[in-house]
């Protein structure tokens, strides 16, 4: 038999009233990979990932998700995937513990491996010495990092991560995301991803959707969609940029103004710089970097991934989106 | 071939997941209701206050019967600790779908049935613990129980917070926020209490349509029969509504969380 993908989409829609939020789909994701779906609040990628777990139904094509069917069988698609919620979904008027084992319970794992697989899940993400505390006492980086223990516990095959580290402070980000490369490299889940951070597709992911208003605007490796960008940025504040004469140098790709700066693409910065700088005019500041991926993201968008912070929850979003639909 | 030989041992597999997944829901519950204490001590001290001074007041009214005022409307207050903590119970789940565990359970593989009969036997069971603790006060007003007495109580008792908890999940499946709280006290949960608390034959003709209506009239009714003797429709009859609306109840509900999303 040949390896089927991890998942399909197949002209995957949903629409609120008239709006499409999520727009005709189409993507497959092998198994194993780590795949980010990236995009700025409200581009549609928690809506994804919520019929991807047939939380939501979709109002147009389907998906298949370890070969099961999205709209027919969602009682085998859930029993084969685990889910990170953006929101917390761990009980915290119980332990560590006592959330592992209901787990086990609710998805139906032999009694005689659950005591090793709870002990197991909590290694691997280090909360084996808190396991008897109760969860109002953890700090968000602890729950999140319990409820990617939890998720892992049936051993699904694909496990989605929605914001996996939203509202989190950067040590706890840092702890998180290396608990996800661990997952990835031993236990070759297959990983699905949401985030709004760049730096976190960037590291984490083999492979990104950059998503836009619904639609997938650029899909590949983090590298090479920054070599769509076809060079090194170079930021020049300054009183009156000669921009016309800097446009007509060779080896400059494309100028732009963002933010009241030039923004400048050039193929080799560090060789061309004093020839900019030379042709510009009067510099106030310049600021010379490679690539990003939000670089390649304002490419194709026009508009930059900003960090508005928090967007209406996973659960908020889905009973106005049910309200909608009706 | 091979498939036919595999079906039963698989189906048996899959009901014994949902078997403990309701076990799961209910274990859940049960753990959640001990540790919050003041929860317990809160919901006795509702039914102690209409005990004494509602019941206090009524006993000195002629019209209860040979029983009085007081011990008449013990089952009635009996009832109204498993009306409201029941239907409340139910309510929560506004909460409980947005942050908690139900979550959690609605990714999970389960059935929306296990998922529902779960709950219910979680806030059923929290109900009677407390409406327990309501029964233990009857013994200083006079009523007298036995065996039997006590396991009609029980059985009456069951049906009728598995009718109230389903009413309350019903409810709360559909509501979006918490702000209809005060709506359903006043509409639902008030007026189904008050109509327990007189005798049937003694209300107002324009009550009566409203009374066979309400769930708690049959309850309350069941009650009283089981712990005085003084009930109005025959015992089966009352079991019988119940039975009914109980299985009613539970198949809304179950359409309800199939409709429910997180």
Not at chain 1, 20 to 41: A, C, R, S, T
Request: hydrophobic letters at 45%; charged letters at 20%; a neutral charge.
């Amino acid at each position: 038999m040949s390896m089927k993908s991890a998942i399909e989409t197949f002209n995957l829609t949903k629409k609120f009233t008239t709006i499409n939020v999520v727009d005709d789909l189409n993507l497959k994701i092998e198994q194993g990979e780590v795949f980010g779906l990236l995009g700025p609040n409200g581009a549609g990628k928690t809506t994804t990932l919520m019929m991807l777990t047939t939380l939501i139904q979709p109002t147009d094509g389907t998906a298949l998700v370890n070969g099961y069917d999205i709209k027919k069988e969602g009682g085998k698609v859930r029993k084969s995937i685990g889910i990170v919620f953006q929101d917390p979904s761990s009980d915290d008027i119980l332990t560590g513990y006592e959330n592992l084992k209901l787990h086990a319970m609710l998805y139906d794992i032999p009694d005689d491996v659950v005591e090793s697989k709870i002990r197991e899940v909590l290694k691997l993400v280090d909360l084996e010495d808190r396991k008897k505390e109760l969860v109002k006492n953890y700090s968000g980086g602890m729950r999140r990092r319990l409820e990617i223990a939890r998720g892992l516990m049936h051993q699904p095959a694909v496990l989605f991560l929605d914001e996996p580290t939203l509202g989190l402070d950067p040590q706890a980000r840092e702890h998180v995301w290396q608990y996800i490369r661990k997952l990835a490299e031993e236990k070759k889940v297959t990983i699905v991803l949401t985030t709004h951070y760049m730096e976190e597709a960037d590291l984490l992911c083999n492979r990104i959707a950059i998503i836009d208003k619904g639609k997938i605007v650029a899909l590949d490796t983090p590298g090479n969609l920054k070599k769509i960008i076809g060079g090194d940025i170079i930021r020049i504040k300054s009183p009156e940029p000669n921009i016309e004469a800097i446009k007509k140098l060779d080896f400059v790709k494309k100028v732009e103004m963002v933010d009241g700066t030039v923004s400048i693409t050039v193929e080799g910065a560090r060789r061309h710089l004093t020839k900019i700088l030379e042709t510009i005019g009067k510099v106030d500041s310049v600021y010379v970097r490679e690539p990003t991926l939000n670089d390649v993201f304002l490419h194709y968008t026009g508009g930059e991934i900003t960090d508005t912070g928090a967007e209406g929850g996973w659960a908020q979003r889905i009973m106005s989106a049910q309200t909608r639909g009706r | 071939m091979g498939a036919k030989d595999h079906e039963c041992p698989n189906k048996r597999k899959i009901e014994m997941g949902e078997l403990k997944a309701i076990y799961a829901m209910w274990y859940r519950e049960i753990r959640v209701f001990f540790r919050e204490k003041s929860r317990i001590v809160a919901s006795i001290i509702n039914p102690l206050f209409f005990l004494l001074i509602f019941g206090g007041g009524l006993g000195n009214i002629e019209g209860f019967g040979a029983v009085g005022g007081q011990v008449f409307v013990f089952p009635a207050i009996v009832g109204m600790t498993l009306l409201f903590t029941s239907i409340f119970f139910g309510l929560y789940i506004i909460w409980d779908r947005k942050v908690d565990f139900l979550k959690e359970v609605l990714v999970s593989p389960i059935s929306r049935l296990s998922m529902f009969i779960g709950k219910i036997l979680g806030g059923s069971t929290d109900s009677l613990i407390q409406a327990t603790l309501v029964l233990v006060l009857g013994v200083f007003i006079g009523v007298q129980y036995t065996l039997l007495s006590i396991s009609l109580t029980f059985g009456f008792m069951f049906l009728a917070t598995t009718i109230l908890v389903s009413i309350g999940l019903i409810m709360g499946s559909r509501m979006e926020s918490p702000e209809g709280f005060q709506l359903i006290t006043s509409f639902v949960v008030f007026p189904m209490f008050l109509l327990t608390l007189f005798p049937f034959d003694k209300l107002p003709l324009y009550l009566i349509p409203f009374a066979y209506m309400d769930p708690m009239t049959y309850a309350v009714d069941g009650l009283r029969g089981a712990m005085i003797g003084a009930n109005y429709f025959p015992l089966y009859v009352d079991a019988v509504v119940l039975a009914v609306l109980a299985g009613i109840f539970i198949a809304i509900g179950t359409y309800a969380f199939q409709k429910m999303k997180i």
